[in-house]
């Protein structure tokens, strides 16, 4: 596969998040449409909590949610920067080290 098969996105291209369980033999998931204001679930509909305990567990889901809520912010504010984000997208047979391989080559 080459460089030039790879797939991008922009933040623009983003309509919905999916939330999905991390719960052994569960996997439930819950999608959200992109939009401002979105929060995420506190459990799945299993009811598994998706809000753990401890100040690494706040400090992710803090992360995630700031993620979150930056997207349609950079969306509103895009015009004013000198450059656009691309994601790019890996394919699933590929781990995250032959990413970074592949793109130090
Ligand atoms: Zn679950």
């Known amino acids: 596969m080459t460089k030039e098969d790879r797939q991008y996105i922009n933040l623009d291209e983003i309509i919905a998040y999916e939330f999905r369980c ?7 998931r819950i999608t959200v449409i992109a939009a401002k204001g979105v ?6 509909p299993q009811g598994h909590d998706w809000v753990k ?3 690494e567990a ?7 949610q700031q993620f979150l809520e930056s997207v349609p912010e950079v969306e509103r504010l895009k015009r004013f920067l000198g450059c656009e984000l691309y994601l790019q997208l890996r394919y699933p047979q590929e781990s995250q080290s032959d990413m970074v391989n592949k793109i130090r080559s």
């Open 39 to 44: 929060v995420i679930p506190g459990n799945c």
């Open 58 to 64: 706040v400090a992710a889901h803090n992360a995630l």
């Open 22 to 28: 991390k719960q052994e033999t569960c996997g439930a």
């Open 53 to 55: 305990p401890g100040m």
